[in-house]
């Protein structure tokens, strides 16, 4: 089975779009999102809309956590609007209830299998939101990550696509969709052939304009 991984789409469209076109002409079947579907871009409800069409697996990342915070205190939504911009406050007036109730319900990991292939998902790390996991991480991170016990880790908030094979444990962050930060342009991701078992990183060009 083809799987796409994505993350950080960050309320990108325009960038998701060019993802899953080029995905379904990859054969891609299912899609394994690693948090941050909503917050700095402007287009939430219809991103989670296309990703509907989608067999999907999905973990929290930090702005869903921002957008649950944000729920019933005006004072933290514009905190957070002051810091990173109007995608938490667009998604909270934008949203229906059935999609901030799908966002909430998301796990902050998950384990999974597919094909014989032991997985988990995340946002930072397996036990943290919040931590940046970089190809030039602390040596202790990585040794941590390897007693996973999982073939593959995906991850993401960083941006910055990695693939770093530690013992068994293959750690990977697709990049982002919506917004990279390793100075190439367009929307990134990655795609894990489960019967041959590789993964490759592809780059979507779109109109970034």
């Known amino acids: 089975m083809k799987v796409g991984i994505l993350s950080d789409i960050h309320g990108n469209m325009p960038a998701l779009i060019s993802v899953l076109d080029s995905a379904k002409k990859k054969g891609v079947k299912r899609l394994l999102l690693t948090g941050d579907l909503i917050g700095y871009y402007y287009s939430p409800r219809s991103v989670i809309s296309l990703l509907n069409g989608w067999e999907t697996n999905a973990v929290k990342g930090n702005h869903e956590v921002m957008l649950e915070s944000s729920i019933n205190n005006d004072s933290i939504l514009e905190e957070f609007s002051r810091s990173y911009g109007q995608g938490i406050k667009v998604a909270r007036y934008e949203l229906g209830i059935e999609q901030v109730e799908y966002l909430r319900n998301l796990p902050v990991r998950l384990n999974l299998e597919i094909n014989g292939l032991k997985i988990c998902l995340c946002h930072g790390a397996p036990w943290s939101t919040e931590e940046y996991i970089y190809p030039d991480s602390c ?71």
């Open 139 to 209: 040596e202790s991170t990585f040794q941590r990550l390897e007693k996973e016990n999982v073939d593959y880790l995906f991850l993401g908030h960083t941006h910055y696509p990695m693939e770093v094979k530690r013992g068994g444990v293959s750690v990977i962050n697709p990049g982002s969709v919506g917004q990279p930060r390793n100075y190439e342009p367009g929307a990134h991701w990655a795609l894990l052939d489960t019967q041959i078992r590789t993964v490759n990183f592809y780059r979507e060009d779109y109109d970034i304009e």
